[in-house]
C-alpha cells in the first residue's frame, strides 16, 4: 500500500514502506521478547520508530509497552520493572484471551498501573468508532495525547486493523502543521482546546470530526469547535474498561453500543466485550469485577430517567467524578466534579480542580486550583465565589483557592489530581487574592 501509514512533520513513511521497517525488526524483537518473557519497554521519542518497533514485537508475539518520561518521569522505570513480572503475559483464561496490548492508566489520582488487554477488547469497538467519525480510505487522524497513553494506543491499534493513517505532532504543543492535513482527531478536552485555539489563530485546518476522551468535555468547547465544522463526539471511558457511554450530539451520555450500564449506589458498572484483562504487576488498584462481568473504576454517577425517551430508552448518565474523591465537609459530601463543571463554565476559567483541604473542626474544606484564560482579564477568588453562588450550595463553595499558570496533566491529557493538591496544601502553588 503507496497510501501513509504515519505523519509526523514532513515524514509520512506508507504502510508499505511501515511493513517493511517492522520486518527489519523481527530480529531484534523476537530477541527481546524472549529476553524479556514477553514484554518490551519502547522508548517513544519519536513515535513513528516507536510505532515500527511496537508492531515488529507484536509479530514477534510480544507485548510493547510503550515508556513516556514527559509526564511521569519514572514511567519507563516502571515498564521496566514490569518486565520482571513477564510471567503474567502467559496468563488468561480461555474465555478471556491471551493479553495482547499493555498499556499505562493515568495516574490521575496516584501511581499509574500497566494494564493488559486482548486483542478483541479493543478490536470490537473499531465498527462503532469508525462510524462515529466517518472514516473513509485516505482519512489521516491526528492523535495530540502521547503515543503512551491508551487513548493513542487504542487508535493505533484502530489504524492497523483498518488502514487509515495517523499523524503524530512535532513537539511537545500542537502547530499549524500538525493539524494542516488530519480530517479526523481522537484526543482529550486539553489537545482539542489547542486544536481550536490554533484554528480561532487562523490556522487551516480540514478536521471534520473529533473523538474526544478522558476527561468531561466543557459544552463551551464543545461549541467553539463545532463552529469551525468539527463535528464532537464526546465519550465516557476508562483505560479498564474503554468505551462505556457517548455523545454525539451534544444531548448527553447514553450507552456506548455493545454496553450494557448500571448504577449500584451510585457507582457506575459496565458489562461489555471491551473490558481489560487487569493490571500486571501491581495490587490495589480502582479496577474491580464482580462475578458475573461486570466491572467498576469507581467513577460516581446517575441515571437521568426522564431523558429517556420511545425513539432512544436509553437514559441520560450524568457522571459525578470518582466516588473516592469525595470531600467530607460539616456533614456535607461533595463531590469535586461539581465544583469543577461549576467554575468550568466561569468565562475566563480554563479548568479546575477540586480537593479536600484538611480542617481541625469541618473535617475537610473545599479547595481548587483554577487555572485561567491567559487571553480573559484576571479574575479574583472573591469574583469567582461570586460568579458560582447561583450554581453550587454554600457547603460546595470552595474556601482554599489557589493558581497555576498550566495544570499538570497526565499523558492522557488529564490533571494530575494528587499531584495538585499536594502542592497546593504544600505551598508550591500560589494562592489566588
Do not use: C, N
Not at 48 to 68: Q, Y
Not at 222 to 242: F, K
Not at 275 to 302: E, K, P, Q, S
Amino acid at each position: 500500500m503507496t497510501a501513509p501509514a504515519l505523519r509526523r512533520g514532513a515524514v509520512s513513511p506508507s504502510w508499505s514502506e511501515l511493513a517493511a521497517r517492522v520486518a527489519a525488526r523481527s530480529g531484534t524483537a523476537a530477541a527481546a521478547v524472549a529476553a524479556g518473557g514477553g514484554l518490551v519497554p519502547i522508548p517513544a521519542a519519536d513515535p513513528i520508530e516507536a510505532v515500527a518497533t511496537l508492531l515488529a514485537v507484536r509479530a514477534a508475539g510480544g507485548i510493547g509497552i510503550i515508556a513516556d518520561d514527559r509526564s511521569h518521569p519514572d514511567r519507563r522505570a516502571q515498564a521496566l520493572l514490569a518486565a520482571g513480572a513477564a510471567s503474567a503475559v502467559q496468563a488468561g483464561s480461555a474465555a478471556d484471551g491471551r493479553p495482547a496490548w499493555a498499556s499505562f492508566t493515568s495516574g490521575s489520582s496516584g501511581t499509574p498501573r500497566l494494564l493488559l488487554r486482548t486483542d478483541r477488547s479493543w478490536a470490537d469497538s473499531f465498527a462503532a468508532v469508525a462510524s462515529f467519525l466517518q472514516l473513509v480510505a485516505g482519512d489521516t487522524v491526528l492523535l495530540p495525547a502521547p503515543l503512551a497513553s491508551s487513548l493513542s494506543l487504542f487508535s493505533v491499534a484502530h489504524a492497523a486493523a483498518m488502514g487509515f493513517a495517523l499523524r503524530f505532532p512535532v513537539g511537545a504543543a500542537l502547530s499549524p502543521v500538525d493539524i494542516a492535513d488530519a480530517t479526523a482527531t481522537h484526543t482529550t478536552p486539553h489537545g482539542l482546546r489547542e486544536i481550536v485555539e490554533l484554528i480561532e489563530q487562523g490556522a487551516a485546518h480540514r478536521l471534520r470530526a473529533a473523538l474526544v476522551g478522558g476527561a468531561e468535555l466543557d459544552p463551551a468547547l464543545r461549541t467553539r469547535a463545532e463552529a469551525h465544522g468539527i463535528r464532537i463526539i464526546s465519550y465516557y471511558g476508562a483505560a479498564e474498561l474503554s468505551f462505556v457511554a457517548v455523545d454525539i450530539d451534544g444531548t448527553g451520555l447514553r450507552s456506548f453500543p455493545g454496553v450494557d450500564v448500571r448504577i449500584d449506589d451510585g457507582e457506575l458498572w459496565a458489562l461489555s466485550p471491551f473490558i481489560a484483562l487487569g493490571y500486571l504487576g501491581a495490587d490495589g488498584g480502582a479496577f474491580r469485577r464482580d462475578a458475573d462481568g461486570w466491572a467498576t473504576v469507581g467513577d460516581g454517577a446517575a441515571f437521568d430517567e426522564a431523558s429517556s425517551s420511545t425513539d432512544d430508552p436509553r437514559p441520560r448518565i450524568l457522571l459525578r467524578g470518582r466516588r473516592d474523591a469525595a470531600i467530607q465537609t460539616s456533614s456535607a459530601t461533595v463531590i469535586p466534579a461539581d465544583v469543577e463543571a461549576a467554575l468550568r463554565a466561569v468565562d475566563g476559567v480554563e479548568d479546575a480542580v477540586a480537593f479536600a483541604v484538611p480542617h481541625p473542626r469541618a473535617g475537610s474544606l473545599v479547595g481548587v486550583t483554577v487555572q485561567l484564560s491567559a487571553h480573559a482579564a484576571p479574575l479574583t477568588s472573591a469574583e469567582l465565589r461570586d460568579r458560582v453562588r447561583e450554581t453550587l450550595t454554600v457547603t460546595h463553595l470552595p474556601r482554599r483557592w489557589f493558581v497555576a499558570a498550566e495544570l499538570p496533566r497526565t499523558a492522557s491529557g488529564k490533571p494530575e489530581r494528587a499531584r495538585i493538591r499536594d502542592e497546593a496544601l504544600s505551598g508550591r502553588t500560589a494562592r489566588l487574592a
